[in-house]
């Protein structure tokens, strides 16, 4: 599961500006003046093969009592209650204040692992400005500067210490080596869409009972809920998840605290089954969730739920958006049920195991390799300025995506074009059906690169 770290401090000290950096995005919207953030604020980061999530959060006034500044403490408050590490960032600049040392106070007392970044500190990486933030009983402060990206990855290093094994990457899934996988696991199913679209009515008609609260308002789920359930002698773990909504729906807090446990579920489950509302389409929303999907590297299936509500010209309808909203997940078998009345879920559950199966399953290097040879033979990449890129060998690198290591020459010349061809051969082969396929290029070094002529 993806750790998760907080950032946490007073207004205007650069929370933003940090998360923007750790997540190498714009999502935070930063400005020179205080209390621009309010909400608490989720954001995907990666450093090498390590992924985790990030929570911006507002101003923290740990003894305010009334008013917006009474909710943005509580708003982190649950940030600091989900996350596995907090970063507690103070203004180097301006030195200590009141307020840091009330919210130092709150921080030893929530047990978790904290480290102190002193933001704003270029040039002062070895300077006593920083000697003072050692009052707040922290630690020693990490000099920082977000704005100019300074010390920003041993930052992300400490804050992630002790959460991921060490061991070689290139044979690491989801922490693991996938060639220890044991398949005779639970299958993890994950049943993800926006609220309101029976994804806990789906779960209920499968276990033949009322598991789980269904209900015809959305957000009745809160959390993701897991139920062991067996078909046909092989065991699954369902995973029923929060709807996820726009962030300009999301009102209460608790439904918030849910988020991220939703994405949670999703990084660590095997499969996803997107459920999608025939009688509203595919909206924007499906698609950043089925996005979401794609980037964990999870299998999917998509169910079109509530089939039997619409009509013929509806349905045409329906097909279009789902080409135009979700094409990048045409290896994804489309569905459509009706979870109420019990329509179409026997070819629903065959869809969902070949999708495991596809998956998990092995790719021997020689067939790798053949079929590579194949593939160049039959057409090459273009050359690349004097050099045209040389394939040499492929192996798997990984399980649940299946990952596929290049080796050769002049790879980084590749098109994105020439890899979609490489990645439709070797699915009509292998027959993947439901699960994303990753290649990997790996060019060899020149030894005499280096040495002077």
């Not at 879920?345 to 079929?371: E, F």
Request: aromatic letters at 8%.
């Amino acid at each position: 599961m993806k750790p998760v770290i907080a950032l946490v401090g007073r207004p205007n000290v650069g929370k933003s500006t940090l998360f923007n950096r750790m997540t190498k995005s714009r999502d935070a919207i930063v400005a020179d003046f205080a209390g621009l953030t309010r909400d608490r604020h989720y954001g995907e980061g990666k450093l090498g093969s390590h992924e985790f999530i990030v929570i911006d959060t507002g101003g923290f006034e740990p003894e305010c009592t009334s008013g917006i500044f009474k909710e943005m403490a509580k708003q982190t408050r649950q940030a600091v209650a989900e996350a596995d590490a907090v970063i507690f960032v103070v203004d180097a600049r301006n030195g200590l204040s009141a307020q840091d040392h009330d919210i130092a106070k709150y921080l030893r007392t929530a047990n978790k692992k904290v480290l102190l970044a002193a933001n704003k500190a270029e040039g002062m990486q070895t300077g006593p400005q920083l000697a003072e933030f050692y009052e707040l009983g922290i630690g020693e402060p990490i000099p920082v500067s977000a704005a100019h990206g300074q010390g920003i990855r041993s930052l992300v290093d400490m804050s992630l210490e002790g959460f991921f094994p060490e061991e070689d990457e290139d044979d690491l899934v989801d922490g693991r080596d996938w060639r220890e996988m044991d398949l005779d696991k639970p299958i993890r199913l994950a049943v993800a869409g926006r609220p309101n679209v029976g994804k806990s009515t789906l779960i209920n008609t499968w276990l033949g009972e009322e598991r789980l609260v269904a209900f015809d308002m959305p957000g009745t789920t809160r959390d993701a809920i897991s139920v062991p359930f067996e078909r046909e002698g092989k065991r699954f773990e369902l995973i029923d998840t929060a709807g996820l909504r726009r962030k300009g729906k999301v009102f209460e807090a608790i439904e918030k605290f849910s988020v991220v446990k939703t994405l949670q579920a999703i990084s660590d489950a095997n499969v996803v089954l997107l459920l999608v509302d025939a009688t509203q389409g595919v909206t924007e929303q499906d698609a950043h969730i089925a996005g979401f999907v794609l980037e964990s590297g999870r299998a999917v299936v998509i169910a079109i739920n509530k089939w039997d509500a619409v009509d013929s010209y509806q349905r045409e309808m329906l097909q279009r958006s789902i080409e135009q909203r979700l094409a990048f997940l045409k290896f994804a078998p489309v569905l459509h049920i009706s979870a109420i009345k019990r329509q179409g879920l026997g070819p629903l559950w065959k869809a969902i195991t070949a999708a495991w199966v596809s998956a998990t399953k092995k790719l021997p290097t020689p067939v790798l390799t053949r079929l590579l040879q194949e593939a160049v033979q039959f057409q090459q990449p273009k050359l690349a300025g004097a050099y045209r890129p040389k394939l040499r060998y492929a192996h798997q690198g990984g399980q649940n995506p299946p990952i596929i290591v290049i080796h050769g020459n002049s790879l980084e010349h590749i098109s994105a074009a020439y890899q979609r061809y490489l990645e439709g051969r070797f699915r009509e082969h292998f027959k993947l059906t439901g699960t994303p396929l990753r290649i990997e290029f790996k060019s060899s070094q020149n030894p005499f690169a280096d040495k002077e002529q």
